[in-house]
């Protein structure tokens, strides 16, 4: 690569910040893990990751919080990749956690609240101290203000008020026994830096990303994709329609877009010109209220 | 406020997205440029309008959703859609009435993407404003028409250049409400470029708006005939920031040592890091600190493997052609152009906790990817940001005070002045009891 102006581009200057970032963590914190869900956020961290120490393996564990809600496909992603990479995987189950009594069922279904003890219990039985998420600030305005090294107390909680100054890229990632320190590395990636990069590294998605004919029913104003997690209520018709996903979360709460997109370059024309968020267009957990993810992230969620 | 103007709304669950529409072809042309990245830094209070110029570039360069515009147009009180609330914050925040600290916004053109760090103006000030001008290639200090250039613009001012932030743009907001007057935006440019000269930025503009109405934010003013420069969106697409990054000093802190010990990879051994400053190449020679030995680069490897060169902020992997003991916290540099290596620390110190800093105090010093542990010696003075006053029987630096520190450590530093080398010109300081960052340093020559 020749760059007569020395001059990189977004993608190649957000990657540089990553690796830094990421390095830094491999270097400054005893024991790391990086959350990985198969989701496109965490594909792309873990291409970063590899990036960082190649040609070393990546020196710390992945970790998934299964809510076992999960779409069959991505899964099995998680696992191909995580082969292919040669690192440890670690699965933090909720059904478990469920079983165990450590958690209980929520009576709407949704398993996003009841995943944080089941992660803070894993990160605790592990002794992880420091986490990496795939969160970026452009998601909400909650994550807008949170650090690239975000202190967590040891019950794992978030405190807007009391951030440490972060300053050029000199991250302090002290902390004592028993605290912990999230780390978003792709804090300053929006939606389309993902995609472009996804589309220029040529990094392998599972194919729910991409449009498919499914059967849908229409819910709330979204299209859920009718699955063993979603079966039509009463009054619902189900009928065919070509979807993708943006997001990938919990199978029974995440719903799908109306898209034609079949290549990534394809979904990057219509996210371009998307004029809707992707939380917004596809997540029903952060309807609930204005501040969700606020009142989420002060619990210990990512 | 102008009326608002409505997106195709295509996200609607009974139409797909037209990806063929003119609208449609501006924003892939966005999507897919080859862009670079302008770190923006902005401060003030939302009485000076920052949070409506924020609102006006988001919404005009289209970064707003639609779901967020609708959230805005609901909150909003009266007949206009109020852009400042697109901005607004933390549910803790708004309760208490207060602002936390730096929000980061993201806005592109097919220019440029544009990383916005938002500053909120008077609570905890300095230490926000040093955090989001740590990292910025241009700040915008908003001034209003009717008030001219008060005490806090002046802070704003001189906390950028504190900080060396290269560009400096002033934007003179309300034009609106001075009748358009060419001689106020005359007079408060001159006031503005004396003190810039004062401070030694490197370059000022000054641009007449109103981020209310959107006059020369993206489209020139039909209101300002006699102002022939560049609107604020041309200005930041254009300003040139390639030449601000240092690539005369070779400078490259390891940070990581790579070593696969792998039947594949087995003599692998690599120096992960991101250039500091300056280009490295394979074939270069280079000298390694502390230990000050001298090698060859034999080859760098990128993230998509072989580099021909190495720049800043690169991160890469250098390979060395000797065997030598490199550990993280040294630093590559090339023989005849090292830094300094000292154990003695001249410093602006920004102090950011409630417990003061004083003489004697111990504390920890993260600068590159070296920490140490340091006393502090003598504080010089303490500076009125506002009048620039230094008070040199100051004993102590309180929460968001700034002063000149002397700092004693105990193992050298690989240390270049900071108006030389914003990388290696600065630091960190932790408190090892609490770990808290409590202090950003920015190197100056002694005196």
Known sequence: ??????????????????????????????????????????????????????????????????????????????????????????????????????????????????????????????????????????????????????????FGQWDPKNQRPELWDLYNGRIHLGESIRVFPLSNWTELDIWQYIAREQIAIPPLYLAQEREVVERHGMLYAVNEFIRPKDGEQPFRATVRYRTVGDANLTAAVRSEATTVEEVIAEIAVTRMTERGATRGDDKVSDAAMEDRKKEGYF | MAPAETYPAVTDVDEPVDVHSAVAEHAVEIATARKDILRIATAGSVDDGKSTLIGRLLYDSKAIFEDQYEAVARASKGDHVDLALLTDGLRAEREQGITIDVAYRYFATPRRTFILGDTPGHVQYTRNMVTGASTADLAIVLVDARKGMVEQSRRHAFLASLLRVPHLVVAVNKMDLVDWSEQTFDAIADEFSAFAAKLSVPDLTVVPISALHGDNVVTHSPNTPWYEGPTLLHHLEHVHVASDRNLTDARFPVQYVVRPQTEAHHDYRGYAGTVASGVFRPGDEVQVLPSGLTTTVAGIDGPRGPVEEAFPPMSVTLRLDDDLDVSR?????????????????????????????????????????????????????????????????????????????????????????YIRNRVTGRFILVDEATNATVGAGMLTPAG
């Open chain 1, 1 to 154: 690569m020749t760059t007569p102006d020395y001059r990189l581009s977004q993608l190649e200057t957000l990657e540089a910040e990553s690796i830094h970032v990421i390095r830094e963590v491999a270097a400054e914190l005893e024991r790391p893990v990086l959350l990985f869900s198969g989701g496109k956020d965490s594909i792309v961290m873990l291409e970063l990751a590899r990036k960082a120490f190649a040609p070393a393996r990546i020196p710390f564990p992945v970790m998934h919080v299964d809510t076992g809600l999960n779409f069959p496909d991505v899964l099995e992603f998680r696992d191909k990749r995580v082969a292919e990479l040669g690192v440890q995987l670690i699965v933090a189950s909720v059904p478990d956690a469920i079983a165990r009594g450590l958690v209980k069922e929520e009576p709407n279904g949704s398993r996003n609240r009841i995943q944080t003890p089941v992660l803070l219990d894993a990160v605790e039985e592990h002794g992880f101290t420091a986490l990496f998420g795939g969160a970026r600030r452009d998601e909400d305005k909650a994550r807008a203000k949170e650090r690239v090294f975000s202190f967590r107390d040891e």
């Open chain 2, 329 to 417: 916290g040294d630093l590559v540099c090339k023989p005849e152009n090292a830094p300094t290596a000292t154990q003695d620390l001249d410093a602006l110190v920004c102090w950011m906790a409630d417990e003061p800093l004083r003489p004697r105090q111990r504390i920890a010093v993260k600068h590159t990817t070296r920490t140490v542990r340091a006393m502090v010696k003598e504080l010089a003075y303490r500076l009125d940001v506002n009048t620039l006053h230094r008070d040199r029987e100051a004993t102590e630096l309180g929460l968001n005070d700034i002063g000149r520190v002397r700092l004693r450590a105990t193992q050298p530093l690989f240390v270049d002045d």
